[in-house]
């Protein structure tokens, strides 16, 4: 039998070595992707001697080589995924002393962002950060709204309490891995969690992919905050997946040379030709740089997804962009529904994405994720130290939950279906009637100021306020 050059997909690290010293140009580098041409190797064994983590071999055709299954490790807490929520969780779970592993597929924290950056005021605060200049791009001090006709309306920040923030995504999340560290936690990157362990009906722990083979890593108590797609909330059987009526669809552009825009504002632009069932955002990160995307809902409206809305956007406002070049560009989902009915199975604990803990008006989910992984560890070091992981007394997590946080994020979804039933023509009338302090207040989830206004100035948009504004 022939031998073939295998590619250890779980070892390599993409970092292009074997590229450089292949003689005959047979391996090629694709972002994140290793390719062979077999036509072009001639199997001189360059590349596998120069491998840095043996992620390269020589086995016989139709064959892999063995990666053997390490030893089980043992934790009381292990938390899938290094986003903010996983990370503030295993933080406070390791201020608590337990031991505590976090699990993170990629091999970079942080990478690549699916996020427009942007974070409500008092975030860090909630969850005991002091912002730091090396991740904090931009503060904001005020919201541009514009309707279809290009007339705006703003709100802003009445103190420096009340400013927001853009952040460096890639570099907020290491802070956070840090910090988690230091309080004593444990980081596996590149090691991709595949399956739950149970024991009878409890979660006891996860299946785990590791460069050095598959490990089983069993733990007091599992924390599921492994993002919107989560595979190990589906796995306990918890029912996270949405439908596509109440999923957004996002493509982003981190743009340098975006100009003639308030850079101390972030931007939002609405309407059915611009964003059908969303809206466009331009969040400056100051110095010309910004995010630039769009989401809409449902996706593929007449045949378009969303990079054409945002491509047409950008060509329209030649005094934006004339001068402006992407230097990344980003693409995601984001659910605009409820969030998810169960957040607790016996043994496990889902925050974040995961969990569908996002704001279903903005799609902003950076806070709720964070706030929702230090509620999370508090429950659980409760539970664990009474030594009752079950699903009721996890439940206490869900119950406080909705408790703090439940009504509002109903009144931030009944804001999104009555803004969705609006026509151009309609958003283009509360433009010319809204006022800065009304939209403060709707952006908080008390509406009958914006109610008792159209019942003065729009009474044909008042019934339709009422319907799916109401309390």
Request: hydrophobic fraction near 45%; charged fraction near 25%.
């Amino acid at each position: 039998m022939n031998d073939t050059l295998r590619i250890d997909r779980g070892l390599c690290c993409y970092c292009g070595a074997c590229v450089g010293v292949c003689p005959t140009e047979a391996l090629v580098l694709r972002e994140t992707e290793l390719r062979l041409d077999p036509a072009k190797c001639t199997l001189c064994r360059i590349c596998v001697e120069f491998c840095p983590v043996e992620a390269l071999s020589l086995s016989p055709e139709g064959s892999s080589p063995p990666r053997p299954d390490a030893d089980v490790l043992r934790t009381d807490a292990v938390v899938i995924g290094a986003g903010p929520a996983g990370s503030i969780c295993a933080k406070y779970l390791a201020l608590a002393g337990l031991q505590v592993l976090v699990v993170e597929k990629k091999q970079e924290i942080g990478t690549p962002k699916r996020c427009a950056e942007a974070v409500e005021p008092d975030t860090f605060e909630s969850v005991g950060i002091e912002p730091h200049p090396l991740w904090l791009a931009n503060t904001i001090r005020a919201a541009a709204l514009y309707a279809p006709n290009g007339r705006s309306v703003s709100f802003g920040a009445r103190t420096s309490a009340e400013c927001g923030y853009v952040i460096e995504r890639k570099i907020f999340e290491k802070h956070l891995a840090k910090d988690a560290i230091l309080a004593g936690a444990r980081y596996l990157v590149k090691t991709a969690a595949v399956d739950v362990i149970r024991d009878g009906g409890r979660i006891a722990g996860v299946t785990v992919e590791r460069p050095a083979g598959r490990t089983r890593i069993r733990a007091g108590i599992v924390i599921a905050a492994d993002g919107v797609d989560s595979l190990i909330a589906k796995g306990a059987g918890l029912k996270t997946v949405n439908r596509l009526k109440n999923f957004m669809s996002c493509f982003q552009y981190e743009m340098a040379g975006v100009r003639n825009v308030d850079e101390r504002s972030i931007h939002l632009f609405y309407g059915r030709a611009i964003a059908p069932g969303g809206y466009v955002w331009i969040f400056p990160k100051g110095n010309t740089l910004a995010n630039v995307g769009v989401g809409i809902q449902p996706p593929k409206k007449a045949g378009r997804t969303p990079k054409a809305y945002l491509d047409d956007f950008i060509a329209a406002r030649p005094g934006i962009f004339a001068g402006a070049s992407p230097v990344e560009f980003n693409s995601g989902g984001v659910p605009v529904h409820r969030t998810a009915e169960t957040l607790v199975a016996d043994g496990l604990i889902v925050v974040g994405d995961a969990a569908q803990l996002v704001n279903p008006l903005t799609g902003g989910g950076i806070r709720l994720a964070m706030l929702s992984g230090r509620l999370a560890a508090e429950v659980a070091v409760r539970a664990l130290r009474k030594g009752d992981v079950g699903r009721r007394s996890l439940g206490e997590y869900q119950r406080l939950w909705d408790a703090r946080h439940g009504k509002f994020m109903d009144k931030m979804l009944k804001l999104q279906r009555f803004s969705d039933r609006l026509d151009d023509g309609e958003l283009n009338r509360l433009a010319e009637i809204l006022s800065g302090p009304v939209l403060a207040d709707m952006a908080e989830g008390r509406f009958l100021g914006f109610v008792k206004l159209l019942a003065r100035k729009a009474p044909a948009l008042a019934p339709f306020a009422v319907k799916y504004l109401r309390t």
